[in-house]
């Protein structure tokens, strides 16, 4: 874990919130200088607590109205990295996790339909290694993409 200070916690938290605040915004909130808060955030991205900036995109709006999650087993003697490679080239994940558990990789997806989820299930278990797969389709999302809380930063209820 990287050590951050006080600071360093509430720029990260008021970036998650708008990464489009100005450095001046931000240093109104955590009570320094606009130079000193751009060099944080310098800082910050350089050691890598930062990733990187980007608009959040609504699904929906897209044409991709379904979200499922999948479990994905593996053929013993394949690794989840080399599975995780292999799926990559499925722009539909959105994210891949190695899980601990009955499973070995968890994946959140997106399709336009219930017809094109079943399409990429069935590409899913023609992937190497996989040997099988469950999936769990959502019926409405109450929330996702919270901002990380940094340990040490207490946020009204």
Known sequence: MIQLDSADRVIVLELQGDDRLTYSEIAGRVGLSAATVHDRVKKLERRGVIQGYGARVDAVSLGLGVTAFVSVD???????????????????????????GEVCLLLKVRAASTGAL????????????????????????RFERRPLVPAGVEVEA
């Open 74 to 100: 593996l053929e013993n003697g394949v690794g989840c990295r080399e599975a995780a490679g292999a799926l990559e080239a499925f722009p539909e994940i959105e994210e891949c996790h190695s899980v601990a």
């Open 118 to 141: 079943e399409d990429l299930l069935y590409l899913l278990k023609s992937v190497p290694g996989v040997s099988r797969i469950n999936t769990t389709v959502v019926l409405s999302t």
